[in-house]
């Protein structure tokens, strides 16, 4: 089956191309009992086809291949299809191709579920709904992963991390965008979509985080990579590792996050 080429990139997509190397030792993995929870709620078969739409370093399109006869794995930055290649090597059911949102069409074939881990924000949700109807079989589903920090005392020093953060992106206009009451929530989006029955449930866990792994979570952020920061990155740098080690001075940094799956079907 052949894959269309991929459109022109936004040029916010491009500061992928340093996140990249940053991407899996800074982001949290998905657990297991998440990835299996799904599966089971979509009665995943072996013959079934799945699409992981904008894969990063292919941790759904990974995570997944036990569930499905075919993955493809769909990603518009060659940095991360570079990882994703490397981690797909020897599932002989998954495919890595570039490509966005923008590309999907009848080209594609259709899929069982379409999954989409933190990468939702950056499409044309309501274009991107539309084109999906066109390829989901009827009793297939879309599925958002992502994750957050519940607001509980041991995630208090999360705040202090993410102010000094802040103040590094707080220029950037794409993410003052998302985040203003302009950019609708994408529960907002699914209920005005095709996809509007939606399931949603998490996995909550404490994790440790080293200093190090705070500063690949920063430099994955496109509002905090390398390539938007550009001269500016070494000196936030430079303060979070100063701030995370005054924060772990009496013990290493652990978090409670709770990574979510939300599933969304036709009525």
Excluded at 36 to 44: C, D, K, S, Y
Excluded at 124 to 137: F, N, Q, Y
Excluded at 182 to 198: G, K, M, Q, W
Aim: charged content about 25%; some cysteine.
């Amino acid at each position: 089956m052949g894959i269309p080429a991929m459109t022109a990139l936004d040029f916010a997509t491009r500061r992928f191309q340093s996140a990249a190397a940053h991407y899996l030792a800074g982001r949290t993995p998905y657990p297991e009992a998440l990835i299996a929870n799904v599966a089971r709620l979509l009665e995943l078969l072996s013959t079934d086809r799945i699409l992981d739409l904008g894969c990063g370093p292919a941790q759904l399109a990974t995570a997944f291949a036990p569930f499905a006869g075919e993955v493809l794995a769909l990603d518009p930055e060659p940095h991360m299809l570079a990882l994703a290649r490397e981690a797909t090597n020897g599932l002989p059911n998954v495919k890595v191709a570039e490509g966005s949102s923008d590309d999907l069409g009848p080209e594609f074939g259709r899929f069982r579920a379409v999954l989409i881990g933190r990468a939702f924000h950056w499409m044309d949700r309501e274009e991107t709904l539309k084109r999906l109807d066109r390829l989901i079989e009827p009793d297939g589903a879309v599925v958002l992963f992502g994750d957050g920090r519940p607001a509980i005392p041991e995630n208090k020093w999360v705040k202090e991390v993410e102010a000094l953060l802040e103040r590094y992106s707080e220029d950037d206009e794409g993410r003052r965008h998302r985040r203003s009451d302009a950019f609708a929530p994408h529960i907002s989006v699914l209920l005005r979509s095709p996809f509007n029955r939606l399931q949603q449930f998490g996995v909550t866990a404490e994790r440790e985080l080293t200093i190090d792994g705070l500063v690949d979570r920063a430099l994955s952020r496109s509002s905090t990579s390398r390539a938007r920061l550009g001269e500016r990155v070494d000196v936030m740098i430079e303060e979070l590792r100063a701030l995370a080690a005054e924060l772990s001075s009496s013990g290493p940094l652990l978090e409670v996050v709770t990574s979510n799956a939300l599933i969304a079907r036709r009525p």
